[in-house]
């Protein structure tokens, strides 16, 4: 699902395709993906504009539409983005299609159709009406911030870090990375951590999001040590050589190594 270091990898994507040429059309085979804006809208607010660039807030990815507002992409469970020439590229699963008048198009894909395509006047007030926390890599997230948000949280500490409302990008996988690194197990209840457990963990949400962005979220090009391209039950840990485990957690799969993450 993508995460932070994926839609920075669209992000990338799409700046170095689809920035700064002139939307012919815009065709939306599935109305389902639309949130708070009709096809017809969108349509017209895109037809002969340009979008001039991009930001990101967590797991959602913002395009300055030129002229007025943001088109707003979010990934869901499967989406990506696909740009390309011939039309016969367009990928199946393509749910909403610009067409530049260079004859490209660009495609927001979605299979499980769990996205969301939508627009807005202001990143600021989106994220306040999503209930979004700040994004995982912004700096307003500090390590006093950081410790102030653990403060009293009872529940596991897993679940709080993909809480979107505490901080914003964080998911499944890479919480699960996270914690692997921070040597913390995914159930530790937040209250229970140390501080210089909690320090850690700042520190390492920052390292294993940058480095996975720096890498194109790709699996395969994580360093050495990371539990990522392990995540299969029976796998061996990257560090201790003992069998990575599975377990759910907030009825999320969970990949961790009960040798290097101990249970309080
Ligand atoms: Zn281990």
Redesign the pocket.
Known sequence: MPELPDVEMFKGYLDSTALHKKIRKTEVSEERILSGVSQQMLARRLKGSELEETKRHGKYLFARIRGDGWLVLHFGMTGELAYYKDPHDRPEHARMVLRFENGYELAYVSQRMLGQVSITGDIESFAAERGLGPDALSGEVDRERFLEMLEGRKGMIKPALMNQSMIAGIGNVYSDEILFQAKVNPKTPANKLSVDEKKRLYRVVRRVLRTAARNGADPEKMPRGYILPHREEGSK?P????KVKKMTVSGRTSYY?P???RRP
């Open positions: 840990c560090v201790c050589g003992g190594c040798r290097c993450q």
